[in-house]
């Protein structure tokens, strides 16, 4: 007789056990996976829908910077208190930020684009300087926090950006003093440059200079004070105006006071007499400020134009009005656009740089946008 050989005790029971846990293991990795899928198609489609807003959002901004520039700017800045508090519902999502920052009064680096050794080297240098030293330097050394840069690294700094946007192939020799850049300096770079030798697109470029990015200068402080715009067809010795229209009390004096040269070793005797006038305007820069944005009229003062403006000046002993227009101007025209929006924490962020030309009344004729990122 045949004897059945009996299976031990729970093997089945085992078995059945280890097929389970497999199965959960599987479905669980099967959801879990699937749901991070879902969830990063739910994150792609608000992010879509965030650059979506961000691009409605430039779009209005263009369309406001259409209007009368003084108009816009009164009321934009009700929008611009409300940001500092929370973001602002738009749309569906959330505008978490919006800057919009005239750059026409600010350093433009494509003026560098210069001869070394003239009048306009002299000026572009001192006024370069007297921005760089109230710079201070953040995150090198803790000791050497609020501190500015030496004005030897200063000058080699200029002589550098002068290089990189003067389409020459010689060092930089003028009035800075400082120390070139050319080619065979980047080509030992790691990795390698190519020097532009000619002007900049954007303003994000100099970080590729020599001495910028190890200067210890932030670079939001760069942005505060320098710009990257088409070069000047005028033979203006200080082609940067400031708005006069929107400017405030402390921006007129700290504009004017970087202003002031003392050394009047100019070739051209215009510029030596224009200079003396311009320093006349720096020594009164707080009487200047104080006559020009009333603190009393608040933001309802009138705008100024030419005649406004040098009648306004008459005021203030010592310093000659009728070069008041070759000082500030009553429009801009260049912006600097960046803004953020949210959907579901999911965020947007785009940056542009636009043209906009005013007629003399300050209205937009057309916009141009000359660059943007959105990601």
Not at 318 to 338: C, D, L, P
Request: hydrophobic share 45%; net charge negative; glycine share 6%.
């Amino acid at each position: 007789m045949i004897r059945k050989c009996k299976r031990p005790a729970g093997i089945a029971l085992m078995l059945s056990l280890v097929v389970v846990v497999l199965l959960t293991a599987f479905i669980s990795e099967f959801f879990f996976a699937t749901g991070l899928e879902l969830r990063s198609m739910q994150t792609f489609k608000e992010a879509e829908q965030a650059r979506g807003l961000a691009r409605l959002a430039f779009k209005a901004a263009q369309m406001g910077l259409l209007n009368d520039e003084v108009n816009f700017f009164k009321n934009f800045k009700q929008l611009s208190d409300a940001l500092s508090v929370s973001s602002v519902p738009w749309q569906d999502g959330l505008l978490v930020n919006l800057r919009i920052i005239p750059q026409d009064g600010l350093f433009n680096l494509n003026e560098l684009d210069i001869r070394g050794g003239g009048d306009r080297d002299r000026v572009r240098w001192e006024l370069f300087r007297n921005i760089l030293v109230d710079m201070p330097m953040r995150g090198v050394d803790p000791a050497l926090e609020d501190q500015s840069l030496p004005e030897e690294r200063i000058a080699d700094l200029y002589a550098a950006l002068v290089d990189w946007v003067d389409g020459a192939n010689t060092d930089y020799l003028g009035a800075s003093g400082g120390s070139g850049a050319e080619a065979d300096v980047y080509f030992s770079a790691d990795p390698e440059i190519s020097i532009k030798n000619q002007q900049l697109d954007r303003l994000s470029e100099i970080r590729l200079v020599r001495g910028v990015a190890d200067s210890g200068l932030a670079w939001v402080d760069w942005e505060r004070h320098f710009s990257a715009l088409q070069k000047s067809t005028k033979s203006d010795l200080y082609p940067e105006k400031l708005n006069v229209n929107l400017a405030t009390q402390d921006e007129i004096i700290t504009y004017l006071q970087r202003r002031r040269i003392e050394d009047f070793a100019f070739k051209s005797t215009t510029d030596r007499d224009l200079q003396k006038n311009i320093n006349a305007y720096a020594d009164q820069a707080a009487a200047i400020a104080e006559l020009l944005v009333p603190e009393d009229e608040g933001g309802n003062r009138l705008p100024y134009d030419k005649a406004s403006l040098e009648q306004r000046l008459r005021g203030v002993v010592g310093i000659n009005f009728k070069i008041a227009t070759q000082i500030f101007s009553f429009k801009n025209e260049y912006y600097r656009v960046q803004l953020t929006t949210s959907v579901n924490e999911v965020d947007a962020v785009l940056e542009a740089l636009i043209h906009v030309p005013r007629d003399n009344s300050r209205i937009g004729q057309r916009v141009k946008v000359l660059f943007i990122t959105l990601n």
